[in-house]
């Protein structure tokens, strides 16, 4: 038999039987478009996460309170012990060092912001003016918080626009006075909207001097303090001049986590790359069942075609030509399944998409290449016994059967 032959006895046979030929062709498309699907949204919400870190900004030092104590970055690294607490003192210490070009302390807690009868939950942040650089974020009506001592618990606050959308409507928000908890504070300014980031948005936020929300939530203590390097390339001398600052007012002990966003972008990068290629290996069983059933009802295709296997061998095919004629046919199968589960797993990530659109949910080229290529072989692999018990039929029996 020529390839010709082989090729057009192969699809003849596919047509010939198309309530089978389909749902061979639908099991491979599903678990192609499984396996699309579900790396689409893996890898596009790593994408998400290192992108959402991205925009800390590239020469960011993040400063914890308590040791992390397996050197290493992980999700731990934001929950961690507190054995002795970060201050504003702290904080003017670090901004000293050389290689600092500027810092942002955080003092964060929950309270109520109320104007006019109207009454709503808040998340204040108490930090100082660079903040606003550190985290490239902008103003859209009056001003950020003025620049003056860490220790100033000045009467004023930056709100977010979903705040000032839900108390003041179309009214002007710069210059009202408001409360936030028993303090009365003034609105100097009304930060541009910013959407959704990873725990917090700024559109909900209540912005004031970090020694306001000290003297608010009657604390002297930091959440956090962001530290910007000059530039990238000082990043890690810088980290170091930190370090032995907190470690000469720490009495010789570093009992504080230093996080800088390579570590953060790298740590979540390989963690939710894993996971993606975790859940296409899961997704990928199902490719596993598919070839089952492309064995199984191809097993009873060669019963079926007995005769025609028969005639074939008595007109002189060889046993490699039946075999290769049936591995040609699961080929068909298994390709004609994978494209259409390469178009319905784009259909998917779409649909993903659309429902969310800061997912950039894109199958990555690895996991298309990959679904492809496992189904093919997965065909391939399974169409092996059908093709070798149709090889080893006897011709005489064959027709004799027929």
Avoid: C
């Avoid at 942002?104 to 930090?127: F, K, Q, W, Y």
């Avoid at 974020?137 to 860490?150: C, H, I, K, M, T």
């Amino acid at each position: 038999m020529t390839p010709a032959d082989t090729l057009r006895f192969a699809t003849r046979a596919a047509l010939g039987y198309p309530l089978r030929t389909s749902l061979m062709v639908l099991a491979m498309a599903i678990g192609v478009a499984a396996v699309v699907v579900l790396t689409a949204l893996g890898d596009g919400a790593r994408r998400y996460v290192v992108g959402e870190f991205a925009s800390l900004g590239a020469n960011l030092i993040i400063v914890l309170p308590g040791r992390n104590e397996t050197g290493g970055v992980n999700a731990g690294s934001f929950i961690t012990s507190t054995p002795r607490d970060l201050t504003v003192n702290d904080a003017a210490a670090l901004l000293r060092a050389p290689l600092v070009s500027r810092i942002a302390p955080l003092s964060v807690g929950n309270s109520e912001i109320s104007v006019g009868g109207r009454l709503r939950d808040v998340m204040v942040l108490g930090t100082n003016a660079d903040y606003l650089d550190i985290r490239q974020y902008s103003v859209a009506q009056g001003r950020f918080l003025p620049r003056e001592d860490l220790g100033r618990a000045s009467a004023v606050a930056v709100i977010g626009d979903k705040i000032r959308r839900e108390l003041f409507g179309a009214e002007a928000a710069v210059g009202r006075m408001v409360r936030v908890g028993d303090t009365r504070l003034r609105v100097i300014g009304v930060m541009a909207p910013a959407g959704q980031g990873l725990g917090m948005t700024t559109d909900e936020l209540v912005m004031v001097p970090v020694a306001t929300a000290q003297a608010m939530f009657n604390t002297n203590t930091l959440f956090r303090i962001m530290v910007e390097a000059r530039n990238r390339e000082a990043l890690a001398p810088a980290q170091r001049q930190l370090e032995d600052i907190l470690r000469a007012r720490r009495d010789g002990e570093l009992d504080v986590t230093l996080i800088t966003q390579d570590a953060v972008l790298g740590t979540f990068d390989r963690i939710l790359g894993a996971l993606t290629m975790g859940v296409a290996g899961i997704a990928a069983i199902s490719l596993a069942v598919a070839g089952i059933l492309v064995m199984n009802v191809m097993l009873v295709a060669v019963t079926q075609r007995t005769g025609e296997i028969g005639l074939l061998k008595a007109l002189g095919a060889t046993a490699r030509d039946i075999r290769f004629a049936f591995l040609t046919e699961a080929a068909l199968l298994s390709i004609a399944g994978a494209l259409v589960g390469y178009g319905l797993g784009h259909l998917g990530a779409w649909g993903i998409r659309l429902a969310y659109p800061v997912l950039p949910a894109w199958p990555p080229d690895w996991a298309v290449a990959a679904g492809l290529g496992t189904a093919l072989g997965t065909g391939l692999l399974f169409g092996v016994l059908p093709a070798r018990r149709a090889a080893r039929l006897d011709p005489v029996q064959a027709l004799a059967k027929r």
